[in-house]
């Protein structure tokens, strides 16, 4: 009898457990996220948009699938990637870039940038510019020295495979507003790209 009544109790709270995993499992909501890259201060189409089933969390404020039409027109705080499921704090006006930041885009090509490398990566910008500070030298003279390369710590937000059409991709980089001056001045070929850790950085 004792084996009879612990089999029972046992069956009871398998039960129950699946009862309550079943109960959990199904509290899930519709939510609004990010079907594909949406730069800061650009406004949300509807193609920007896509529901998905989310786990509901009390602590955390998402936007309901079905108030899409309340979210286009509106504009990103900051730079989303695919997949980021929207909350309030990420609508409004632009708050991007930080204060003291800029953002630049770079054409490289292989063996200038590490492959793999994607948005949210840090790397080290390797930066040779001609000693004069200018691009080509006038005609008739010779070539411009160039510099010791600088090195600029800088956030990637986005890599843009399609590129520049001449066999160099894009990439578009968060930096020290002082070093957006000296990436512009870059000679030709003169930006080397090397990932780094943040402890690195």
Do not use: N, W
């Amino acid at each position: 009898m004792p084996f009879v009544a612990l089999g029972g109790l046992l069956v009871i709270v398998c039960v129950l457990a699946y009862a309550y995993g079943a109960v959990a499992l199904g509290d899930r909501v519709q939510v609004l996220a990010v079907a594909r890259a949406v730069a800061a201060g650009q406004a949300f189409t509807t193609a920007d948009l896509r529901p998905v089933s989310a786990a509901q969390d009390r602590t955390v404020q998402l936007i309901p699938a079905d108030q899409a039409t309340q979210v286009v027109g509106r504009t990103a705080v900051v730079p989303l990637l695919p997949g980021t499921l929207l909350t309030p704090a990420l609508l409004g006006d632009a708050a991007f870039p930080p204060a003291g930041k800029v953002t630049a885009s770079v054409a490289v090509k292989p063996g200038q940038y590490p492959q793999g490398l994607a948005a949210g990566a840090r790397v080290s910008v390797y930066v040779t510019t001609d000693s004069a500070g200018a691009g080509a030298a006038p005609a008739g003279t010779s070539a411009p020295a160039l510099s010791t390369p600088a090195r600029m710590p800088a956030v990637v937000l986005s890599v843009d495979l399609a590129g520049d059409g001449q066999g160099a991709i894009v990439i578009t980089l968060l930096l020290d507003a002082d070093d957006g001056g000296r990436l512009a001045a870059a000679a030709a070929g003169g930006v080397v790209l090397m990932q780094t850790t943040p402890e690195e950085s």
